[in-house]
């Protein structure tokens, strides 16, 4: 059962050579294979993937979305949750972002006939595609049961249990922001509900059993029309620091625009236009893009509930979320990372005193453990210290009486979560992506996977983001930072830090700060997670070492904060590392195919199979046809179940 099985004592496999072909390589004694692919129906009467794409974006309510992100496995027992159980689980996982694999090609985008349109409807797109998109983003939850043979699971068409949430889905606005002014659209005047998740990234788990999914890139899907004469000052430096300036196409999704060819569609699309267009807040959807942004609970087993946005753990882009060791009284605490340039690294602690008794309580828990408590922000000095910075609104710099970004309630700070960062001086990080809490040492780290802005005059330079990425090229393979609370107690507001290790290839010598060599050398890690024996999982997202590998999956058996030495990085700044040349504690476990980024994991409670994603195989990579039906051409994202050959657990003592 969970939580009785020991650390190994060492890595006891082969490492996996560099890769770069279209395959996927495992470690010798392990198997890997793919399974629920893009596109794959998990109910009776939705026809199969076609290889020319071209089934109903309606379907997709009922078949796997693209761009397989962050994951979790919850054990079943009859219809309850049961952490304990492996035989029956229902997967839950995001689907991030859509790209041309799920829309016939040629179809993303037409110049608009209408030559005098305003700037954002310069170009167009059919209505039919983009709700194809909006239908491929979100959630979905599929049952699975282990297969007859024993080995790995295989899905339970037709469960009760099966549902996606998608960008179409009603969800609940919950906590200090809910029914703010800010959060008042023509879809829902009371501010307490919104029409959509996007864009979820990473994946978290509650203590009680409700998958937390994260809003990150939510910019891409929202446009803004001309509308600075009519917003206020502050909301328009907010939607600047969120990427979506006047007349911005955020990523150029354009799901607005079938809403200007075609009036039939002005709600359904015309809320992608975070635009006001004149009279009041109510009248148009100014404020649906302050309706992203969020960690999202999903109860998996309530399949009747609307996904809740909880707002008070902030509004930004949400990689993913992990809490500490809950103790019994003792307050819920939840760890966060802004995924964009220079952003911020945030913590959660609830009021609620954490009591065994709510495992399995639902949103109910979510209510009660996520709506109220004290939100801060991270600030990493070079001393090796550390300090969490309230972001509450009343105290310090986050009052009316701020010159500069006036804070009128506990909304406001929340919606505008970068805006609160800023005024209360917290560090600027090397793009933030998961996080995770070590059960062995309490200790918490954070991938930070490169920052192009991270130069002396743009972010400039400190000792938690010492690598300068104009000046060498170790910084575009980015690091991961770790730190103890003090005292060991996740309610404190001081912590120590260093960097548990330099990313680098093993060939970059000024760079290569941790010693790595052709078993263990990464770039840009992403994926991040401790399994419940202490193994830190790390996987990778890179655009800088594909040359040389495609992504990939390492394990890791880390120290502890201060087991390092001090090091100067190219850039002439000290700081300190932990992992070292002749630390060979980590090494290479899996190569993901060409074009991928491994993303995602968890480890079922018997420790036997390792599910992981693959997500945009063959991007910008043609002649990649990794996940392709029988006979077709088309690279599909998938989950790739890892097994021992000897059934046994994984990376258990066995294969000594
Ligand atoms: Fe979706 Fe920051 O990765
Ligand atoms: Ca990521
Ligand atoms: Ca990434
Ligand atoms: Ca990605």
Not at 16 to 44: C, K, Q, R, W
Not at 578 to 604: H, S, W, Y
Request: hydrophobic letters at 35%.
């Amino acid at each position: 059962a969970t939580g009785d099985m020991k650390r190994p004592t060492q890595l006891n496999f082969t490492a996996v050579a560099h890769y770069t072909g279209n395959d996927m390589m495992v470690a010798d004694g392990y198997n890997a294979e793919a399974i629920l692919h893009v596109g794959t129906p998990f109910m009776s009467g939705i026809e199969d993937w076609k290889d020319n794409r071209e089934q109903t974006g309606e379907s997709f309510q009922y078949r796997m979305g693209d761009n397989h992100d962050g994951m979790w496995f919850f054990g079943k027992n009859g219809e309850k949750y049961d952490p304990k159980s492996s035989n029956n689980a229902l997967l839950v996982m995001n689907h991030e972002y859509t790209n041309e694999t799920i829309n016939p090609a040629g179809t993303f985008s037409t110049p608009n006939p209408d030559t005098t349109a305003p700037a954002i409807f310069k170009n167009i797109r059919k209505a039919t595609d983009v709700r194809r998109e909006c239908y491929a983003h979100g959630v979905s939850v599929v049952e699975m049961k282990r297969r007859a043979n024993g080995v790995g699971y295989e899905m339970v068409k037709d469960s009760k249990f099966n549902k996606r949430y998608t960008s179409a889905s009603e969800v609940k606005l919950s906590g200090p922001a809910a029914g703010s002014d800010l959060l008042k659209t023509k879809y829902d005047p009371t501010g307490t509900k919104t029409r959509g998740i996007n864009n979820q990234c990473g994946a978290g788990l509650s203590p009680w059993g409700t998958y937390l999914t994260t809003e990150e890139n939510f910019l891409n899907v929202f446009a803004r029309g001309a509308d600075k004469a009519i917003i206020s000052a502050k909301e328009d430096t907010s939607r600047v620091r969120y990427g979506l300036p006047e007349n911005g196409l955020g990523g150029g999704y354009l799901w607005h625009t079938p809403s200007k060819v075609d009036e039939k569609f002005t709600d359904e699309f015309a809320r992608w236009n975070s635009a006001a267009t004149g009279g009041n807040a109510l009248e148009d959807y100014r404020n649906a893009f302050n309706t992203f942004g969020y960690i999202v609970e999903i109860d998996p087993f309530n399949q009747s509930a609307m996904a809740v946005k909880r707002t008070a753990l902030g509004r930004f882009a949400h990689e993913n979320c992990a809490y500490a060791p809950v103790v019994e009284g003792k307050p819920v605490v939840m760890y966060m990372g802004d995924d964009a340039r220079g952003e911020y690294i945030y913590k959660f602690v609830s009021d609620a005193k954490w009591s065994n008794a709510d495992i399995g309580g639902g949103l109910k828990a979510g209510d009660k453990y996520l709506d109220k408590g004290t939100l801060y922000v991270a600030v990493f000095k070079d001393d090796g210290t550390g300090e969490w910075k309230a972001l509450t609104h009343g105290q310090g710099a986050l009052t009316n009486a701020n010159a500069k970004y006036a804070f009128a309630d506990q909304a406001d700070v929340l919606i505008h979560a970068r805006l609160a960062g800023d005024a209360l001086g917290a560090t600027k990080m090397d793009r933030p992506e998961w996080v995770s809490v070590s059960p062995v040492t309490g200790e918490v780290y954070v991938t930070l996977t490169n920052n192009s802005n991270r130069t002396p005059t743009k972010h400039g330079m400190n000792a938690a983001n010492p690598r300068n990425y104009a000046g060498d090229k170790g910084n575009r393979n980015g690091h991961i930072i770790r730190w103890a609370e003090k005292g060991n107690d996740h309610t404190a507001t001081s912590f120590n830090w260093d960097i548990y290790l330099f990313a680098a290839p093993n060939d970059l010598t000024a760079e290569n700060l941790s010693g790595l060599n052709a078993n263990n050398d990464l770039s840009s890690p992403d994926g991040l997670y401790f399994d419940p024996r202490g193994v830190l999982w790390i996987q990778t997202d890179d655009g800088a070492y594909t040359s040389k590998t495609n992504c990939m999956l390492l394990a890791a058996l880390p120290g502890k904060v201060n087991d390092g030495k001090e090091v100067t990085t190219s850039a002439g700044i000290k700081t300190r590392v932990g992992m070292q040349a002749n630390d060979q504690n980590i090494k290479r476990f899996f190569v993901g195919p060409k074009g991928c980024e491994v993303t995602g994991i968890t480890l079922t409670p018997d420790f036997k199979t390792l599910f992981i994603n693959i997500q945009h195989p063959g991007e910008d990579q043609p002649g990649v046809t990794w996940g392709a039906i029988s006979g077709g051409t088309t690279p599909r994202s998938a989950t790739v179940m890892i097994t021992k050959k000897d059934g046994g657990v994984i990376l258990g003592e066995s294969l000594k």
